[in-house]
């Protein structure tokens, strides 16, 4: 009788652990506390063709598509109906935030050749890794700020960069009376 009551216990225990296992109902609350305490890890997302303000200077009116193709990329958008038109979008983001704004460029073509190109504003390479680095320094988990650890790499301040000085384009010493040449 003793094991029989037992028996019957185990049974219920265990139909009643296999009933809520298969439980498929996790609502939102669930979801994101779990979420706090297990991070999923979301990769930084490069969308486009980052184009820097170097590579935007190179363009000139007149070049071909390939001149550009080489400088700047292949086009994120080239349409079948806009066969004129390459439009270039870049967007950087971390844990699903955007960092930063998206930033366009658009270059018109006359047949082979660049006849109007225009864009945002658009940072240097530094520029930008200032930006990405100065994101990654802010954005930290409480944990993170608890235990001291995610600290962003101490970068230091940039040099200034040097001022070219334009060089006469004459290098010789001037010459005075006394040093003359005679030829014979």
Not at 50 to 60: D, N, R, V
Not at 96 to 111: P, S, Y
Not at 114 to 126: N, Q, S, Y
Not at 139 to 161: A, D, M
């Amino acid at each position: 009788m003793h094991f029989a009551r037992l028996g019957l216990t185990l049974a219920m225990f265990g139909g009643l652990i296999a009933i809520s296992g298969c439980t498929t109902s996790v609502d939102e609350t669930q979801r994101a506390w779990m979420n706090q305490i297990f991070r999923p890890y979301v990769p930084d997302v490069v969308q486009g063709n980052f184009i820097s303000s170097e590579q935007y200077s190179k363009l000139q009116l007149g070049m071909s598509r390939e001149q550009v193709r080489q400088i700047l990329g292949t086009p994120l958008l080239a349409d079948y109906f806009h066969v004129n038109r390459w439009d270039y979008i870049f967007e950087f983001k971390r844990a699903g935030q955007t960092l930063g704004k998206e930033r366009r460029v658009t270059i018109f073509f006359e047949g082979d050749k660049v006849t109007k190109f225009d864009g945002d504003a658009l940072p240097t390479e530094v520029e930008l890794v200032a930006e990405i680095d100065n994101y990654a320094k802010q954005k930290r988990s409480f944990w993170q700020i608890i235990t001291g650890t995610g600290k962003g790499p101490v970068t230091p301040k940039l040099q200034q960069p040097e001022l070219l000085v334009p060089s006469p384009t004459d290098n010789a010493p001037p010459v005075t009376s006394s040093q003359t040449v005679t030829t014979k």
